[in-house]
């Protein structure tokens, strides 16, 4: 583990020290909990795979309405490129 230096609020450090001896925990175990959370649910976090499945269920519900876009893809973007 790396130990580092946190500045609580007064009424957060007693609300912490409460919690922790209700809890039978101590208050750093509290505040890695705390850290956890906050990592788990950041949206940086998500990982490859849940990344490829989001990517996977937005293929195909999206139209140009150009149909040979794939195999004619550079004569349309020099049409595009040209106006």
Known sequence: MIRTQIQLTKEQAEQLRALASERGLSMAELIRDGVDHVLDTSPRRANRQDLR????KLAGRFSSGIFDLAGDHDAHLTKIYAE
């Open 53 to 56: 499945d989001r990517a996977r």
